[in-house]
């Protein structure tokens, strides 16, 4: 049978819009470049290095062997539920029934898209402070949203100014979206600054979506979590997981914690788009909870030695470094070289082959930065840091 086509059209043609929206990541686009190059050093990766502790992997595969492979309850595992719910009782006192409060994701990005999708109509505003993870504003962009950005300084450490994030609000502000410890500056919010925007949510009535994948990984003082602030509560959206750590990124497993009335909504995208959490790694994270709490501290422990190490090679070769407060990242001012952060990233990367990631990928304030991972070995740092410091000497 032949068709009659009438004026050929080009599929091309019925490609999403909001997908045409959204840039590659910007990270992707720089390593495309990275790999290629041999005898590269990378600072680059926003992964733990340490391989998932022997315990948890064991469990993992016991679960294959003992035939654990079928799909899960769509909330997830009850007995992981549970532990999760009495584990953020133990961080900030906050209770989350298990049954009903609880979801298990195929890690915080599902996480964040479940919480997005429940909330976001078309033209609604998300307002996230800058320097952010890459994903934020593309999320939202996708669901028809609007991302609407806060800048933040070096010269304020990266905290939120609350004046300037209330002046953003307009009558289309559905949420605002925070994370820390921060991708990529390292920084986190003390308990006054939470309470702020608390005060600022409930005036305003907005839901708060809070990710906070690294609290494990903070270093000189507590990590304050949100849900530790009983009046808002009700409209806080915790995000967490098991892939900083506990070094598990590949197992691809996270949670959120929020009101029955917000899950509800979660579950059911869930449980269309997913159905469940992979279960071998939900019996893994099982494990995790109950018994890796030491192999957890082990990594602290080394991740903090780095940092210390990375921040003094820094400011040795002449470049302006906040100590990050969690995390394992730093985000150096480059601009005492007379680069902006891509510019610096490129050159760097040509002359000395290593490899970070340009601040501006992060948001226009992050321009004269970039992002160095502190997840890789002492004797990569060490290599790295030499490097630097011998192209920044050539700078001046």
């Known amino acids: 049978m032949k068709l009659k086509l009438a004026t050929q059209q080009s599929p091309q043609a019925l490609i999403s819009e909001a997908v045409k929206k959204i840039p590659p990541s910007g990270i992707r686009?720089?390593?495309?470049?990275?790999?290629s190059m041999p005898d590269c050093v990378s600072l680059g990766v926003g992964e733990p290095d340490f391989i998932t502790p022997w315990r948890i992997a064991d469990?993992?595969?016991?679960?294959?062997?003992?035939?654990?492979?079928?799909?899960t309850p769509n909330r997830g595992l009850p007995e992981l539920c549970a532990l999760i719910s009495e584990e953020i009782q133990k961080i900030s006192g906050a209770h989350y029934q298990p049954e009903e409060e609880i979801i298990?994701?195929?890690?915080?990005?599902?996480?964040l898209d479940l919480a997005l999708r429940s909330i976001v109509n078309s033209g609604d505003e998300v307002i996230i402070p800058e320097p952010c993870y890459v994903s934020y504003g593309a999320n939202v962009t996708l669901l028809g949203g609007v991302p609407v950005y806060v800048p933040t300084t070096f010269e304020d450490e990266f905290k939120i100014d609350i004046d300037r994030l209330y002046s953003t609000i307009t009558t289309k502000t559905k949420a605002i979206l925070l994370n820390y410890p921060s991708n990529p500056t390292g920084n986190t919010l003390p308990r006054t600054l939470l309470e702020n925007i608390a005060e600022i949510a409930i005036e305003k009535n907005l839901i708060i979506i809070s990710d906070e994948i690294y609290s494990s990984l903070t270093y000189d003082a507590k990590h304050w979590s949100i849900t530790a602030l009983p009046e808002v509560k009700d409209r806080v959206i915790y995000l967490n997981g098991f892939s900083k750590s506990h070094a598990m990124t590949g197992w691809r497993l996270g949670y959120i914690?929020?009101?029955k009335y917000l899950t509800d909504m979660m579950l059911k995208i869930h449980q269309y788009t997913a159905l469940c959490a992979p279960s071998i790694a939900q019996h893994a994270a099982i494990e995790a909870i109950k018994n890796a709490r030491r192999d957890v501290e082990k990594m602290v422990s080394e991740y903090r030695r780095r940092r210390n190490y990375i921040v003094g090679k820094f400011r040795d070769a002449g470049l302006a470094c906040l100590m990050p407060e969690g995390a394992f990242y730093v985000f150096p001012d480059v601009s005492s070289t007379g680069m902006n952060g891509r510019t610096f990233a490129l050159e760097l990367l040509k002359s000395e082959k290593v490899a970070v990631v340009p601040g501006e990928v992060f948001g226009e304030c992050g321009k004269n930065h970039i992002r160095c991972s502190y997840a890789t070995s002492m004797e990569n740092l060490s290599e790295a840091m030499s490097r630097i410091e011998r192209f920044c000497a050539q700078m001046t």
């Open 257 to 259: 914690a929020a009101p």
């Open 104 to 111: 298990v994701t195929m890690g915080v990005s599902q996480g």
């Open 59 to 71: 469990m993992g595969m016991y679960a294959i062997k003992d035939g654990y492979t079928h799909y």
């Open 29 to 35: 686009e720089f390593f495309d470049i990275v790999y």
